[in-house]
Nanobody
Framework: QVQLGESGGGLVQAGGSLRLSCAASGRSFSSYVMAWFRQAPGKEREFVATIRWSSRSYADSVKGRFTISRDNAKNTVYLQMNGLKPEDTAVYYC???????????????WGQGTQVTVSS
């Protein structure tokens, strides 16, 4: 089992950058597929990015602006967000699972989320 804790959210102006971190506890972190999802007010939780070993996948809405990475020695996954837009405003969640997928159902463990707010 793994426990996840996100950090790095905050308030930023449009065009700015933030880096989110997700620290994981437990064993075998390097074996997990790690992902980021987000949920805006009144909307469903949606896929942002996922990483397994050196393979990465992104939602079309963030491709070219966001970068997912991981440091297995630190049991941490990151989401570098550049060129932020007001529509990126959401609670961002870290997730861990066993399948390289963009679906919520593929992930067994979730963090509590961190708020990202982008002002126009």
């Amino acid at each position: 089992q793994v426990q996840l804790g996100e950090s790095g959210g905050g308030l930023v102006q449009a065009g700015g950058s933030l880096r989110l971190s997700c620290a994981a506890s437990g064993r075998s972190f390097s074996s997990y597929v790690m992902a980021w999802f987000r949920q805006a007010p009144g909307k469903e939780r949606e896929f942002v990015a996922t990483i397994r070993w050196s393979s990465r996948s992104y939602a079309d809405s963030v491709k070219g602006r966001f970068t997912i990475s991981r440091d297995n020695a630190k049991n941490t996954v990151y989401l570098q967000m550049n060129g932020l837009k007001p529509e990126d405003t959401a609670v961002y969640y870290c997730a861990a699972g066993w399948r390289f997928s963009s679906t919520l159902e593929a992930y067994d463990y979730w963090g509590q989320g961190t708020q990202v707010t982008v002002s126009s």
